[in-house]
């Protein structure tokens, strides 16, 4: 753990810590964008479709099972790659399942203590029926905490419905909830690879292509959202995937880099519950103040909102890596995310119409031309 990425033993090890979790990556990405077609037809057909107006900022008529062309990448992966045990077969039936019964919702739109109840029950399949547990944590100086069995049960349920609610939340804007989801996916493919955990490699793996895989058509601007069997295949997916990566170390620091890259889409949940607890409504009452929203009222496109959240998750996601000794990860993302951030701010300056008052640069520039 304490070795640093780009160190040579680091590098050396590469192939054998990370690679494995390429050709998941691929096939997933290259199968969900084959299916992503297939999903915007079946979506007319069946009406499975978002209605503009409202919180809706598109303009016409949207396709909505972007979830099942994701699943469908990612489980392709799996199947092909992971081997046949109880964590890789719990991870594709409890998201498999996801999917599916979220699929009703996006037809016919679940009541909201009707969805809370699917979210528990999943959640419930994967802690009870596949032991998807956080059994214990960490403490400084190597110490661990053994949880109790109904302690570990109700901590690892609430982190599953947590993932769930957050990717949901997050889905607001053209690219979002992928997007941030797969930046988190690469982020555990870093640290289970540091950890030589193969198996959660190749997970994250898949889960970070059939991201990238739907981004071809879900960047903004949009032709196909994810609807909430996306969100929460995502949600619970990279849930399990990361309670998995507890294995080997301490459960304080396995979480602790899926967290951080979450940490604004999680603190903006939060602050949602609260909000909307505090003007008696119900957590499940949609509104336009989540961050997101927030950001374009201000004046970024949806474009740029996905910069700042990406830039934000892949710096903290990065911050969360140094845990596991990646300490130059951060410094090459702190730059790359000043690039990105300088980018979004140049862009809505000149869409804003702003100017720098040079009148002698003006000058220069008349005198340059005259020769």
Known sequence: MSSDFFSETALNNLTQHL???????????????????????????NKIVAQPGGRHAHARVMPLLGGLAMYVGFAAAVLLFLPRDLSSLGVLVVSGLATGLLIIDDRWSMPPWVKL??????????????????????????????????????VSLFWLVGMQNTVNF?????????????????????????????????????????????????????????????AHFLGIALGMISILGVAKVAVAFALAAPALALAVPIADTGWAILRRRRQRKSVATPDLLHIHHRLQSFGLDPRQTCYVFYTASAVLGALGLTLFGHGRVLAVVVAVAAVLASTVAADLLQHAGWRVPAPWLRRLLAESASR
């Open 19 to 45: 690679l494995p979790g390429l050709w998941p990556f691929l096939v997933a990405a290259i199968v969900c964008a084959v299916a992503v077609p297939f999903a915007i037809v079946i979506s007319r057909r």
């Open 117 to 154: 109840g699917v979210q528990v029950g999943l959640s419930l399949l994967a802690v009870l029926g596949f032991s998807i547990q956080i059994t214990y944590v960490g403490l400084p100086g190597g110490h661990l905490i053994n949880f109790a069995a109904p302690i570990a049960i109700a």
């Open 170 to 230: 997050l889905d607001g804007a053209d690219g979002l909830a992928a997007g941030v989801v797969a930046i988190v996916a690469i982020v555990l493919v870093l640290a289970a690879g540091q950890l030589k955990q193969v198996e959660v490699v190749q997970l994250a793996g898949a889960l970070a292509g059939c991201c990238v895989g739907f981004l071809l058509f879900n960047f903004p601007p949009a032709r196909i959202f994810m609807g909430d069997s996306g």
